[in-house]
């Protein structure tokens, strides 16, 4: 726990530098990015400066793990401090590794145990303690960034093509897995900067996959298939349909986007007039930050679905996606979300073909939602009965069809909408698009 809240510190904000543009007293280092420029402020995405915060820290983290009578009279390790099984075992809370660079992972107690070591990391059998200095000689030496990361995977994964390279558009879009190199526990996705497209995928390349979903821009993307987590950070006026969610959906500093799924869990901070679509045994959380969030139930199908439900372990019941918790109160005021009202509520198409028995929404709506589709259905009805019976000429029914086309299209372009019925083309026959 000690550890815990020590590595908060990562992502340490100062008031004083969102005033005058420096830190004070003195300035931290800061690791370069992929391309040997300074690092993004997030540095959840930055495996760097993860890999820096370690090395920098490594010490104090070490003597916060001591025992009392390991500490010098200033609280600090001297030359003969002696540091505990059980604090190497902490550790394994942030650091786990291999040997001779096998794919099977370790945690670092495991490691550090190995009698090969023994000589670097000052292992004793008999007191079954590790030398200080010793150790944290070791844990340097043998520190490296995680290559399973973020960072590792957008450098060195395999790259995937999913939609029609349409110059101007996919140019910056990256899409990375690292399914190849990963120990098969933790493959990873990760889609970064896709800028007006869709994108649509069902694949096993995406089966229990860590998605993590990054400044995304007026996009479409389905992924539909069980997936274990999903991230979606920085994003802004797009859609996301996501297959179920074995653990947890987390939607970070996003403005304007739609999240549609069922999950085990939904988390949210940082955003502003975003609409969840959910399906969740779980209350979603609201943490800090933010503003104009709507609630609805979960509100399509595509003919796998309920398999895919199957296969992670969600079912229908119980479904708490209308009542989400306040869990960082910045005031009493609830007014930070809203259910969705019925007469904004329309069903979604997923406008792609599969195999499979899905033909409905799994569990249905809730009545007063259903009501309001109903409503809505039946006045088209009406609308299509009076034009049948106005006993038009075919002359009219030309000139009719015309206008109510040209209407449809100004609403088409007025929306958005337009956007996403045109990236639904299909390429051309000839184009080529990666495996996976």
């Not at 002696?82 to 945690?107: D, K, M, Q, W």
Request: aromatic share 8%; with cysteine.
């Amino acid at each position: 726990f000690l550890l815990f809240l020590y590595v908060q510190q990562l992502n340490r904000v100062s008031l004083r530098t969102s005033l005058i543009g420096e830190e004070w007293p003195s300035p931290r280092a800061r690791s370069p990015g992929l391309a040997g420029k300074a690092a993004a402020q997030n540095k959840n995405w930055n495996d760097q400066d993860h890999h820096a915060f370690l090395l920098t820290h490594l010490s104090d983290m070490l003597e916060l793990l001591l025992e009392p009578e390991q500490l010098s009279a200033s609280s600090h390790a001297t030359h003969s401090s002696l540091v505990s099984y059980e604090a190497v075992c902490a550790l394994s809370f942030l650091i786990e590794g291999t040997v001779n660079n096998s794919r099977t992972v370790h945690p670092l107690h495991e490691l550090a145990l190995w009698q090969p070591c023994h000589g670097k990391n000052g292992y004793s059998k008999i007191s079954k303690t590790f030398s200080f200095p010793k150790l944290e000689s070791w844990l340097r030496s043998c520190l490296r960034s995680n290559p399973f990361g973020m960072t590792a995977c957008l450098k060195s994964g395999k790259k995937l093509a999913w939609a029609q390279q349409v110059e101007g558009t996919t140019r910056r879009a990256k899409i990375a897995c690292n399914t190849r190199v990963v120990p098969e526990v933790f493959p990873m996705v990760i889609m970064s900067q896709v800028y007006k497209q869709t994108l649509a995928k069902s694949s096993d390349t995406l089966v229990g996959a860590h998605v993590r979903i990054h400044r995304c821009n007026e996009s479409f993307i389905y992924l539909l298939s069980p997936l274990r987590s999903v991230t979606i950070e920085k994003c802004r006026n797009s859609t996301f349909v996501l297959g179920p969610v074995q653990a947890s959906v987390h939607v970070h500093s996003c403005d304007n986007v739609k999240v549609i799924t069922v999950c085990h869990c939904l988390s949210l901070s940082s955003t502003t007039g975003c609409t969840f679509y959910i399906l969740t045994p779980t209350q979603p959380l609201l943490l800090a930050g933010n503003q104009a969030v709507s609630f609805a139930p979960f509100h399509t199908h595509y003919p796998m679905l309920e398999d895919h439900m199957a296969q992670v372990g969600l079912a229908t019941l119980p479904n708490y996606w209308d009542s989400p918790l306040l869990v960082c109160k910045e005031s009493s005021d609830s007014s930070v979300f809203r259910l969705l009202p019925p007469l904004d509520f329309y069903t979604f198409v997923i406008p792609f073909e599969m195999e499979g028995d899905t033909t409905e929404t799994p569990g249905g709506l809730p009545q007063v939602y259903q009501k309001a589709l109903s409503q809505r259905e039946q006045k088209v009805q009406i609308w299509q009965k009076m034009v049948k019976e106005a006993c038009l000429s075919k002359e009219q029914r030309k000139q009719f069809q015309m206008l109510v086309e040209s209407k449809f299209y100004e609403w088409l372009v007025q929306t958005g909408n337009r956007q996403q019925l045109d990236s639904l083309v299909p390429p051309a026959v000839g184009s080529k698009q990666a495996a996976g």
